[in-house]
């Protein structure tokens, strides 16, 4: 069993910046690949970073060039720099980690990006 906490959401200006971080305890961390996601309301949860154990992050096309997902495997953590925010960032973000047959969630960070 994996348990993941999120961290770092807020209220932040458009064109700011924030660092969610992602904790994972159980489970042998390097083996799952980690991933973000947000799910605005109204719609479907929708993928904005993966990484794999290796740590070579995937990002959304909405993402690239303002967001970057990165690992420590020694941490247990995950991160998410999100700079360059816009209104249609603000989501619930949840942390995601799978393999195999696995899938955990975390309970989710609000991120709000509002003036």
């Known amino acids: 069993q994996v348990q993941l906490v999120e961290s770092g959401g807020g209220l932040v200006q458009p064109g700011g910046s924030l660092r969610l971080s992602c904790v994972a305890s159980g489970g042998i961390f390097s083996w799952y690949v980690m991933g973000w996601y947000r799910q605005a309301p109204g719609k479907e949860r929708e993928m904005v970073a993966t990484?794999?154990?290796?740590?070579?992050?995937n990002h959304a096309d909405s993402v690239k060039g303002r967001f970057s997902a990165s690992r420590d495997n020694t941490e247990r953590t995950i991160y998410l720099q999100m700079n360059s925010l816009k209104p249609e960032d603000t989501a619930i973000y949840y942390c995601?980690?799978?393999?195999?047959?696995?899938?955990?969630w975390g309970q989710g960070t609000q991120v709000t990006v509002s003036a």
């Open positions: 995601n980690a799978k393999w195999g047959n696995d899938d955990y």
């Open positions: 990484i794999f154990s290796s740590g070579t992050p």
